[in-house]
């Protein structure tokens, strides 16, 4: 059978790096995918790039259109990134007929049902394994391995900058900024890193996740967004002294109520072996009814495992090209008209309404009642206490008189369980105690069990 005709649309370090693995490995992934899988067309507005990475194996054009044009190409592969030109190929690509394989986790996660339906009416397939946590094949395992389940929630390390980050933060004992410095010195963290460390990259991947897991669309908007940034030394080292690691984690969760949807820092019991993955690593857990819980682990970025999955795509794309659309895997795992509408039956639940525990910091002024001022208005919203540590602040900090000139001491709390809202109305009052004395750091925590 004739090779599937593939084009690529920007050979940067996912793109050389497809096209690379493609030429290496080009007689297993046949003998795999039934047919041959070339890559017939490159497009990169830097020509000579493409020419040094692909030779004269493949055409290279720097107007990515003459590939959509090209009546010969079955599949765009879409490594530009952002939701601008990258849209509006993808959406031609598709209009044109041809199936569509991405890394764009920012357009999926938020032009996704647009994407997806466009797709739909073409009867084209739009794959995306590696838009979400880089060569760990998520995506497969969330819609196809796992398919007998009732997900219940699902909770990864899904963004390799920050995990990078918070692991040289714990190591060295340094504070964010610092360590974010070096993280860009050494290449780890973009000169611009504002998507890595906000929360956005992991928050982008976890709303797919999400709408795979629980057949809900894609609702990026409703997602609740926070990154590391806030973070300070002191934090991970009391964690640490409590028994637990700090993560960023992007969780989704099936509730009575509906489902949760949040990318923020969460203390893990470092006895959970996703507490232990470091540097630029990635895990995902997923905890299904039958399957119990799961674990992926791998890298989550660079070119050679993000081409992983991009190759993987077109592996299945070159199988189902010629499957009815109607029998082939459903882009979001649900066939289409069975998607619960956005804000029906499962609807993605405001912050106020998540229920988890917490890790509180109180500054406070070391006297007499504090203490006891502070657990009762935890008390009177219902918040149980869990475990309490009082610290010197200049254990840490080395300002034990603070600039009030009174002796100042940490109140680390954990709790139990509680509604956001809840804790939210309790702090803003323990915030007003005139013995409250900074303002209070509080970090969600999960126990993943
Ligand atoms: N910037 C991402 C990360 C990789 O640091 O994991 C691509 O999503």
Redesign the pocket.
């Known amino acids: 059978m004739k090779p599937i005709q593939v084009g690529l649309l920007g050979i940067g370090t996912v793109g050389s790096g497809t096209f690379n693995v493609l030429q290496r490995n080009q007689e297993e992934i046949r003998r795999r995918a039934g047919r041959g899988i070339e890559i017939a067309m490159v497009a990169d507005l830097d020509t000579e790039r493409a020419r040094s990475v692909v030779g004269d194996t493949a055409k290279v054009v720097g107007d990515a259109r003459e590939i959509i044009a090209n009546p010969e190409i079955d599949v765009v592969i879409e490594l530009i990134g952002g939701y601008g030109i990258a849209k509006a190929l993808v959406l031609e690509a598709i209009a044109a007929g041809k199936h569509v394989v991405t890394a764009n986790?920012a357009l999926l996660a938020v032009h996704g049902s647009e994407i997806f339906k466009a797709a739909a009416e073409k009867g084209v397939m739009v794959a995306y394994e590696a838009a979400v946590a880089?060569g760990i094949p998520i995506i497969k395992a969330l819609r196809e391995g796992l398919t007998a389940n009732q997900i219940q929630w699902v909770a990864g390390i899904?963004?390799?900058?920050?995990n990078f980050i918070l692991s040289e933060m714990r190591d060295k004992g340094l504070d964010f900024d610092v360590v974010l410095k070096e993280a860009q010195r050494l290449g780890y963290a973009?000169a611009d890193p504002t998507?890595?460390i906000e929360g956005v990259?992991a928050a982008h991947?976890v709303t797919l996740m999400s709408a795979i897991a629980f057949g809900i669309p894609v609702q990026f908007d409703k997602a609740h967004v926070e990154g590391i940034t806030k973070l300070s030394a002191a934090d991970i080292k009391y964690a640490e002294q409590l028994g637990y690691r700090i993560k960023l984690l992007g969780i989704t969760k099936r509730t009575d109520k509906g489902i949760e949807l949040r990318v923020h820092p969460s203390l893990v019991p470092t006895k959970r072996l996703i507490a232990n993955v470091e540097g630029?690593m990635?895990a995902v857990v997923v905890h299904g009814d039958a399957v119990g819980t799961t674990l992926y682990y791998g890298k989550?970025?660079g070119s050679e495992p993000t081409a992983s999955a991009v190759i993987a795509d077109l592996v299945d794309i070159a199988r189902l090209h010629t499957a009815d659309p109607e029998h082939r895997v459903p882009p979001l795992a649900f066939q289409s008209n069975t998607l619960v509408a956005a804000g029906g039956e499962l609807p993605v639940l405001p912050m106020s309404e998540v229920v988890t525990s917490y890790y509180l910091r109180i500054r406070v002024a070391d006297e007499a009642g504090v203490l006891a001022k502070i657990t009762s208005i935890l008390a009177g919203m219902g918040i149980s206490i869990d475990a309490l540590l009082q610290r010197e602040a200049g254990e840490v900090s080395g300002d034990s008189e603070g600039s009030q000139g009174v002796p100042q001491t940490d109140l680390i709390i954990l709790t139990h369980a509680t509604r956001e809202g809840d804790m939210d109305t309790a702090l803003a009052q323990i915030q007003q105690l005139p013995t409250v004395l900074a303002p209070i750091n509080r970090i969600r925590k999960e126990e993943l069990n």
């Open positions: 986790k880089g899904i963004n390799g900058t920050t973009e998507f890595d990259d991947k630029a990635n989550g970025a």
